[in-house]
T-cell receptor, first 114, second 111 residues
Framework: DADVTQTPRNRITKTGKRIMLECSQT?????MYWYRQDPGLGLRLIYY???????NKGEISDGYSVSRQAQAKFSLSLESAIPNQTALYFC?????????????FGPGTRLLVL | GQNIDQPTEMTATEGAIVQINCTYQ??????LFWYQQHAGEAPTFLSY????GLEEKGRFSSFLSRSKGYSYLLLKELQMKDSASYLC????????????FGKGTRLSVIA
């Protein structure tokens, strides 16, 4: 059983299209995150949410939006996709109730924008 | 803000020992995470150090010096499957600052 799932796992889209990446978790964690990863640049935080009604911009939020529909679901949208948004996208969760708040990652979505 | 520095790449031989260093500057430091990430896969949790000193967990050990802003991950008896990126991430106390990851050290284990 995957505790953190992401759909789709792979996506090819065209410049200008709006797409949504979805993340679901069964861990009961209150905090959720979206990262993108590019070769040589590491994991960069796009948006994060500490609770259902809480949305915060990360390091690179331009061109992205998010929705926290429920505690278990956190979606990332690319309003108008562009080629430099081609990357590997990860969703992660953490639990504030634990002392160290370890992050647990989904399997990733590989996005190609043509 | 945070500043995290770790080597970009390292190569080591199967069966050997390798040490991956991480230096950091961060306000409100609480502890430091190490994650392992195989190519194209999700990062997975390896260790979390709060106190100074070495913590051993099988073939992997992690060290922290809070006063020096320094940590290392020690991998013993290297195996080919240890070829991966290793990410360090200092964690700030207070719970309102998201984790920031270093760019990672890509370790290649060769025969």
């Amino acid at each position: 059983d995957a505790d953190v799932t992401q759909t789709p796992r792979n996506r090819i889209t065209k410049t200008g299209k709006r797409i949504m990446l979805e993340c679901s978790q069964t861990k009961g964690h209150d905090r959720m995150y979206w990262y993108r990863q590019d070769p040589g640049l590491g994991l960069r935080l796009i948006y994060y949410s500490f609770d259902v009604k809480d949305i915060n911009k990360g390091e690179i939020s331009d061109g992205y939006s998010v929705s926290r529909q429920a505690q278990a679901k956190f979606s990332l949208s690319l309003e108008s996709a562009i080629p430099n948004q081609t990357a590997l996208y990860f969703c992660a969760t953490s639990d504030l109730r634990t002392r160290q708040e370890t992050q647990y990652f989904g399997p990733g979505t590989r996005l190609l924008v043509l | 803000g945070q500043n995290i520095d770790q080597p970009t790449e390292m190569t080591a031989t199967e069966g050997a020992i390798v040490q991956i260093n991480c230096t950091y500057q961060t306000s409100g430091f609480n502890g430091l995470f190490w994650y392992q990430q195989h190519a194209g896969e999700a990062p997975t949790f390896l260790s979390y150090n709060v106190l100074d000193g070495l913590e051993e967990k099988g073939r992997f050990s992690s060290f922290l010096s809070r006063s020096k802003g320094y940590s290392y991950l020690l991998l013993k008896e290297l195996q080919m499957k240890d070829s991966a990126s290793y990410l360090c991430a200092p964690y700030a106390a207070g719970g309102n600052t998201p984790l920031v990851f270093g760019k990672g050290t890509r370790l290649s284990v060769i025969a």
